[in-house]
């Protein structure tokens, strides 16, 4: 009982830690006289893909792997067949064409170049498939890729309406960057040993636990986010915010996992790399189906029924 506890409080601790870093960082770096938008793209980013990095760092570090691992394969799903979805269901999300076109392909590469890379035992006849730390920073470099690309953009058509962080003294800045901080790891710390004893006890995978609940836990803030853009019709962030997220999952947070730690593949991976490889495919062939660079409504069911199906698969293989 005390560990369930801990390992909801740990899910609380996390995002709001999260929360209070960005707020913290956002107002300090307007301070120095940074400007909203480049806030927005760096600390606000990484910010909110902070409860991912942490579990996954903590996971490479106390050996849990397959937790490490399924918690960033069981994110790109979840936001894309239920956040997403959920989101379709309230509003449709009509997709800009640059999003069609290049962030949801890039988004897709990502599966596909972590497909090949955990592929060392098919493709190479290796004993174990591995994500090495060359991996690891080929990984980043892609990021660092797409990193380049976002700032052009938003060089090219900044955003006027984007919000000034808040205006907090250096004292309140520090205490909040230092307070997320420890959220973020004490909240980290807990998840990662809940699940561990969870999957003991119940005689599962950490796998399992790892691309179900710990993903739809750290996946809290995406969900937020993009419901309540769906239902104030920001169909631009509802997606972006997805899209966005699954890019830094792959490329930043398991790419600096497998530099920190190289992580082992178990075999059983293999079928939830190709759900994730699915589901993203899924994504960029549904706006071609119904109204153009649309998901509407009954595709957002569509993608909720797949993703059940998903975890009725997970369990049954234990």
């Known amino acids: 009982m005390l560990t369930l506890v801990l390992f ?27 400007a909203p938008l480049v806030i927005g793209l760096t600390i606000v980013a990484f910010g909110t893909s902070a409860p991912e990095l942490i579990v996954n760092l903590l996971a490479s570090f106390s050996g849990n792997t397959d937790i490490a691992i399924g918690n960033i394969l069981g994110s790109n799903i979840v936001n894309i067949l239920v956040i997403l979805g959920v989101s379709a269901i309230i ?7 640059s999003t069609v076109w290049k962030e949801i392909p890039f988004a897709l590469l990502g599966v596909v170049v972590l497909a090949f890379m955990a592929s060392d035992a098919l493709l190479d006849g290796a004993a174990t498939s ?8 080929v990984l980043i470099s892609f990021f660092a890729i797409f990193l380049y690309y976002i700032v052009g953009i938003a060089k090219q058509s900044p955003d006027d309406t984007q919000e000034k962080p808040a205006d907090l003294s250096l004292v309140r800045s520090g205490l909040l960057i230092a307070a997320g901080l420890v959220g973020l790891v004490i909240g980290g710390k807990w998840i990662v040993d809940g699940a561990i004893v969870f999957a003991q006890s119940l005689g599962v995978s950490e796998a399992l636990i790892g691309l ?28 972006g915010n997805i899209v966005g997220s699954n890019i830094f999952n792959i490329f930043w947070i398991l790419g600096i996992s497998a530099f920190i730690t190289p992580l082992p593949f178990a075999p059983a991976m293999t079928t939830d790399i190709l759900v994730t490889l699915g589901a993203s495919l899924l994504l960029f062939l549904a706006l071609f189906v119904g109204k153009r ?9 569509a993608f909720i029924g797949l993703y059940v199906l998903y975890v009725v698969y997970v369990i049954s293989r234990g």
């Open 8 to 34: 909801i409080v740990g899910f609380v601790l996390l995002i709001k830690g999260a929360d209070y870093l960005v707020t913290g960082a956002s107002s300090l770096a307007f301070k120095l006289g940074i």
């Open 91 to 97: 509003f449709p999300l009509t997709v800009q064409k």
């Open 130 to 137: 591995v994500l090495t730390r060359i991996d690891g920073l």
């Open 212 to 239: 179900t609940i710990v993903a739809i836990g750290t996946s809290l803030p995406e969900l937020a986010t993009s419901v309540v853009a769906a239902l104030k019709k920001n169909v631009d962030i509802a997606v």
């Open 293 to 301: 660079h649309t998901i509407e409504k009954w595709q957002g069911f």
